[in-house]
């Protein structure tokens, strides 16, 4: 796997596997423990507005049908950025986006994008969208954790506190929430969606 947590128990120089370690399970463990007694914190941000470049893919949550398409689209995503010199990525991030209102679809699926950061497009490449992500207000939480359970504890816990400030998910059509992955570590989207059990993200709710 490769993540900080991982970096901090065992700083090794050059250390970057794509999964935790059995033996390390104990360890992770308890540190999952500690962050649960933690208080959460959630943040209001103002992001200014940004380009990407971006595929859509859909599935159903059921048997990681989702998660296994996000990686298929990071995959696409991946070739073309390499394909194609004329695209200048920003940061070492890949975003998954969508729209609260729309994102479950009729057919039982849910509707996501994969994208990232770009300063400059000459052209659009096939099978991508180029959007701008406008200047907006976000409700913001950090997802640096070590198991599901953990992951879906934030999830709610910052849609709770949306409501409990009097705020609403904004889902007008431009209106996106935002899951920039860091890649510095490790990439997430290299590890089978069934197996990955560490995240590091931050989740960002449009708010109004």
Known sequence: MGDRAVRNIFPLEDYLPQRTPQSLQVLLGQREKHQKSRKLEVNTVTIEPF??????????????????EVRKGWKKLKEILSSDRSITMEGNEGIVFYNQ???MQSDGTVELW??????????????????????????????????????????????????EKGYQIDIGTDAFSLEPNRLDSFNPFEV????????????????K
């Open 51 to 68: 380009n990407m470049i971006a595929l859509k893919v859909k599935g159903r949550m059921e048997n990681f049908e989702a998660g296994l």
């Open 101 to 103: 209102g729309n994102m």
């Open 114 to 163: 994969i994208g990232v950061k770009v300063s400059d497009i000459a052209h659009t490449p096939q099978e991508c969208i180029c959007l701008t992500i406008p200047k907006r207000k976000y409700a913001k939480i950090d997802c640096c954790c070590f198991s599901r359970a953990e992951m879906d504890r934030r999830y709610t816990y910052l849609s709770e506190w949306i409501r």
């Open 192 to 207: 089978p969606a069934h197996e990955i059990q560490t995240f590091d993200f931050d989740i960002l709710y449009p708010i």
